[in-house]
Nanobody
């Protein structure tokens, strides 16, 4: 059974930084794409960043490019989201997700964590 557990959220002032972690278990971590998504109150869930199973290719939403960095440590079965220069509009629940198929170049994120709250004060 695939399990994803996020951590690292919290309250930070605008301009500050946070590092989210996503610990995965239940299958071979290194062969699956990972992604970070977020959902703000009253808004739909949106993709923040994704990383392929190889770790070579990444994708970022325009709103976070240059500020957020997604990475993975296959030895620790963990994905990360480093968030710098945070803005109040980054306030949301952040979710980690993983692909349903291994070795995929077009991931379909079907497994989700429970989410971690990030609040950025102005």
């Amino acid at each position: 059974q695939v399990q994803l557990v996020e951590s690292g959220g919290g309250l930070v002032q605008a301009g500050g930084s946070l590092r989210l972690s996503c610990a995965a278990s239940g299958r071979t971590f290194s062969t699956y794409a990972m992604g970070w998504f977020r959902q703000a109150p009253g808004k739909e869930r949106e993709v923040v960043a994704t990383i392929t199973w190889t770790g070579v290719d990444t994708y970022y939403a325009d709103s976070v490019k240059g500020r957020f960095t997604i990475s993975r440590d296959n030895a620790k079965n963990t994905a990360f989201l480093q968030m710098n220069s945070l803005k109040p509009e980054d306030t949301a629940v952040y979710y980690c997700a993983t692909d349903g198929q291994p070795y995929s170049s077009r991931p379909n994120f079907i497994y989700w964590g429970q989410g971690t709250q990030v609040t950025v004060s102005s």
